[in-house]
């Protein structure tokens, strides 16, 4: 069965400060992936998605940046943190047709002081 | 644009009872996908249910199902018999074809219901 981790599963960075996220699937192969946050009390917000190695999408302009260097592993970073970048940050990966429904990680909580 | 409301920021129900969270929806799309979701205090999102939009019964999962009016464009999630592991935030989201077929989730803003013993 397929299982997708994710970590650190909670961090507490200083503004400036370096990002380093990383989600990993397993159990299949080629999977789309895809990076959500989730500001406190409100729903999801699509940042970044990859159908393969190396190819990112991005949804929304910001302070972030995505990578893809094997088929199973997708990791979110950041040169420089911002206080608004604080929040909770899903990973997921998408089902195949016709569901299409997506699995999400356990998540990172991140705080940006 | 897809657009995706839930208008109850906070439910409550009483153990055992029965429990209805809207959702509604706007899409140009004539293919689109429904889903619920659920995400407890831990903060994982668990899915819940699915309904495509040819699909002409309405979903059903064990003790959720998905009242699902295609015209009034709106897909609620009834909970039966509800437990007190049920309190949790709940987001109605569809699947958005976008382009490059990625498949993006809208979601909306979530409804948390409390089950009182």
């Known amino acids: 069965s397929q299982t997708i981790h994710q970590w650190p599963a909670t961090l507490v960075q200083p503004v400036g400060s370096p990002l380093s996220l990383e989600c990993t699937v397993e159990?299949?192969?080629?999977?789309?992936l895809y990076w959500y946050r989730q500001a406190a009390g409100r729903g999801l917000q699509l940042l970044f998605y990859?159908?393969?190695?190396?190819?990112i999408s991005s949804e929304v302009p910001q302070n972030l940046s995505a990578s893809r260097p094997q088929d199973r592993q997708f990791i979110l970073s950041s040169k420089k943190l911002l206080l608004s970048d604080s929040g909770f940050y899903l990973c997921?990966?998408?089902?195949?047709?016709?569901?299409?429904?997506?699995?999400f990680g356990p998540g990172t909580r991140l705080t940006v002081l | 644009a897809q657009k995706i409301t839930q208008t109850q920021p906070g439910m409550f129900v009483q153990e055992k009872e029965a429990v209805t969270l809207d959702c509604t929806y706007d899409?140009?799309?004539?293919?689109?996908?429904l889903f619920w979701y659920k995400q407890p205090s831990s903060g994982e999102m668990i899915f819940l249910i699915y309904?495509?939009?040819?699909?002409?019964q309405n979903a059903t999962e064990g003790r959720y199902s998905l009242n699902f009016q295609k015209a009034r464009k709106s897909a609620n999630l009834v909970i039966s018999a509800s437990q007190l592991g049920d309190s949790a935030m709940y987001f109605c989201?569809?699947?958005?074809?976008?382009?490059?077929?990625?498949?993006?989730?809208?979601f909306g803003a979530g409804t948390r219901l409390a089950v009182h013993p």
């Open positions: 997921a990966w998408r089902d195949r047709h016709p569901l299409e429904r997506q699995y």
């Open positions: 159990g299949t192969s080629n999977p789309n």
């Open positions: 990859s159908v393969g190695i190396g190819q």
């Open positions: 899409t140009s799309d004539q293919s689109y996908g």
């Open positions: 309904q495509g939009s040819y699909d002409e």
């Open positions: 989201a569809m699947r958005d074809s976008g382009t490059g077929g990625y498949n993006k989730l809208i």
